[in-house]
């Protein structure tokens, strides 16, 4: 049967959460129609047997690739190039879909058209099994073909909404760094290729959180700082390359994510423990930023973080420290 979605999941150690992952979607009816692409990046426990169980029942369904540790782009990578399906999107190897809304979600997709297609999410709390925090959006039409540039304020950029064309990742030869938080890389990589949109108005990604091992968490991302950063430039160092052949609403579009991740990457310094070592690196990563391109950083700089740190040069560094710390153990 001819493939409509094909869901790349990174999966490293997830021996716990991989069943879940498969669950959702080898539970719905339109299972034949979905490709699940799990890309094991060399899993020290015994995830591949749990996934080696599933394949075995859903044939059809369940592709397996198994490989050496390269990072979780490289995952990505492996899944743009082996999918099949119409349309394509990433999902992470510990989060799930919402079952009971794919069998709609597929039939969407085969009378789709679009280049991008937006769903709703949700969060899963992972200590209490609950689900929060829906993330709708009701300012876009539902289910017809929209012009990029006209919907794109109100276009969300997050990994956890999109599917692109298969078509699209592939003949435009899309590759993601091999590292960490190359989501990202995802959601704006493709831009320059899409012209139009479509929502489907429910939710299809379950975004599982509270789990202390997650990229998203603030020691990850102190520990990680420098991969993340480095996603940040190569994303500038692409926006720069394209810039003179995108729209103006498709420049906003990758300039705003942009600015977010300048603004964590940013926020990651001010919960270093050694105060002067995490001034010294803020201000060596704004100066570095400042230097790409004037556009970026005018842009990048307009969040308030980023204003009172330059304002103040620096001297805001620790009260701005204590204040992220303070807010950040308030949300336990």
């Excluded at 909404?161 to 760094?177: E, G």
């Excluded at 842009?299 to 009260?319: A, C, P, W």
Aim: hydrophobic letters at 35%; charged letters at 30%; a neutral charge.
């Amino acid at each position: 049967m001819e493939k409509v979605l094909s869901v790349s999941v990174a999966c490293y150690n997830l021996r716990d959460m991989i069943e879940d992952n498969i669950k959702s979607f080898c539970e719905s009816e339109s299972r034949d129609k979905i490709e699940l692409i799990i890309v094991d990046d060399g899993s020290k426990d015994n995830t591949i047997d749990y996934v080696r169980k599933y394949l075995d029942k859903y044939p059809n369904t369940i592709k397996l690739i198994a490989k050496q540790n390269e990072g979780a782009g490289s995952t990505v990578n492996y899944g743009i190039k082996n999918a099949t399906g119409k349309y394509f999107r990433m999902l992470d190897g510990d989060d799930m879909a919402m079952t009971k809304n794919l069998d709609a979600f597929i039939e969407f997709l085969e009378n789709c058209d679009a280049d991008m297609v937006i769903s709703d999410y949700c969060c899963l709390n992972n200590k209490t099994k609950e689900l929060f925090d829906e993330k709708r959006f009701k300012d876009l039409p539902v289910g017809e073909s929209l012009n990029f540039d006209e919907v794109q304020p109100n276009l969300p950029n997050e990994m956890h909404t999109i599917a692109y064309k298969t078509s699209i990742l592939q003949d435009n030869k899309i590759t993601l760094d091999n590292g960490y938080y190359t989501d990202t890389e995802y959601v704006l990589y493709p831009i320059p290729y899409v012209k139009t949109v479509s929502y489907f108005n429910d939710i299809i990604y379950i975004y599982r959180l509270e789990n202390e091992n997650q990229s998203v968490s603030v020691t990850s991302l102190v520990k990680n700082r420098a991969y993340h950063q480095q996603i940040l430039f190569n994303l500038i160092t692409y926006y720069l390359q394209k810039r003179d052949t995108l729209s103006l609403p498709q420049r906003e579009y990758i300039l705003n994510r942009i600015k977010i991740m300048t603004w964590t990457q940013t926020k990651i310094f001010l919960f270093i423990d050694d105060k002067k070592q995490g001034k010294q690196e803020v201000k060596e990563f704004l100066t570095k930023l400042k230097q790409t391109d004037d556009e970026v950083y005018n842009y990048s700089k307009k969040s308030k973080l980023i204003k009172l740190l330059l304002m103040s040069n620096y001297l805001l560094f620790g009260v701005l420290s204590k204040h992220f710390k303070n807010r950040e153990r308030s949300n336990y």
